[in-house]
């Protein structure tokens, strides 16, 4: 039998306090595995937020997603795991990625040597959350110490996109995520880079990526719903391989320059509903749910559904999973 994918559910940190608690317990109740809480400079805290999402709930894991160590010290970010997972055991996982570029930019925030720099954070994170005493002397970290909290079973992610960072999570992390837009190809694409680095660190990590949903009876007013958010994130040059591998027709240049001119008729007539069927979950219920077993076939162990802001429509899109019992991965 193919393995049961997992589900989980993102959030960016734009929603006040009432909509992330609504959200929580949506996600909990349709049989979302983890919520995975961003951290995006200048919105809302992932930590203080985790803690509020894992009182509100009762079995539903956390995720800090993805903390950068240019702008959160390694220790600090394992000292919130390990606090957060002492008042609520079992269920916190520590993600650390770079961080968005241009947020980093407007922080004044130089993100110098990355490969370095996270493979660094990521084992300083682990000897920490062992609980013994820890002597780490490395290019950007030096640290000596023991944390209170002693020792904490906490998972660590790296979030990556290009070739030498998910080597790095196949070789170091205990799991790799996958940012949103991505299409299923480009999806297999990552993770055959992600097992060399497996190969390297003599063990399976946890594969996960960003996927963006919708799911109406009117697919037209399904894709309205994410056609924007997905030109965002596909305008990026860095997606080039992506939308080459998906069979993608899109001028990104013009993309680009439609949202710096905040010409949003041309944003969405490029952005057509082609590339929204081949990058996201998006459509009817009966073609969602093809394209979610899409991306489980592509080698996922779990699927984070992006872009929710609305429980309704997070129901409706967990309700595609249910009536099948699990969908499946490879």
């Not at 995975?36 to 985790?50: D, N």
């Not at 924007?228 to 860095?238: D, F, I, Q, S």
């Not at 944003?267 to 929204?276: G, H, N, Q």
């Amino acid at each position: 039998m193919a393995p049961r994918l997992q589900i989980g559910v993102s959030v960016d940190g734009s929603d006040p306090p009432s909509a992330l608690r609504a959200l929580s317990v949506a996600a909990e109740a349709g049989g979302a595995t983890n919520l995975w809480l961003a951290c995006h400079l200048f919105s809302r805290e992932p930590i203080a937020s985790a803690a509020a999402v894992l009182a509100a709930t009762r079995s539903l894991g956390t995720v800090l997603m993805a903390m950068s160590p240019y702008t959160v010290h390694p220790l600090y970010a394992a000292m919130a795991a390990a606090t957060l997972d002492e008042l609520f055991p079992g269920r916190v996982q520590l993600c650390f990625g770079v961080g968005a570029p241009a947020a980093l930019e407007a922080a004044g925030v130089a993100a110098e040597r990355p490969i370095e720099t996270l493979r660094e954070a990521i084992g300083l994170a682990r000897l920490l959350l062992s609980g013994e005493p820890v002597t780490f002397a490395g290019r950007r970290y030096r640290v000596s110490g023991r944390m209170a909290m002693g020792a904490h079973r906490v998972p660590l992610w790296l979030a990556a996109s290009g070739p030498r960072m998910l080597e790095l999570a196949g070789e170091k992390a205990d799991g790799v995520v996958i940012s949103a837009g991505t299409a299923p190809a480009f999806i297999g694409w990552c993770l055959d880079i992600v097992r060399r680095g497996e190969e390297r660190g003599g063990r399976a990590v946890k594969k996960a990526a960003l996927v963006v949903c919708s799911v109406d009876a009117d697919a037209h007013r399904a894709h309205e719903r994410v056609r924007r958010r997905l030109a965002y994130v596909l305008r990026g040059a860095h997606h080039a391989h992506n939308l080459e591998l998906a069979g993608t027709r899109l001028d990104q240049a013009a993309l680009a320059d439609a949202f710096a001119h905040e010409d949003w008729q041309r944003v969405d007539a490029l952005t057509t509903d082609d590339v929204i069927t081949r990058h996201c979950a998006s459509g009817t219920p009966a073609a969602a749910s093809a394209m979610l077993n899409a991306y489980g076939e592509a080698g996922l162990d779990e699927i984070v559904v992006y872009g929710m802001h609305e429980p309704v429509q997070l129901e409706a899109v967990l309700a595609v999973v249910r009536p099948q019992g699990a969908l499946t991965g490879r």
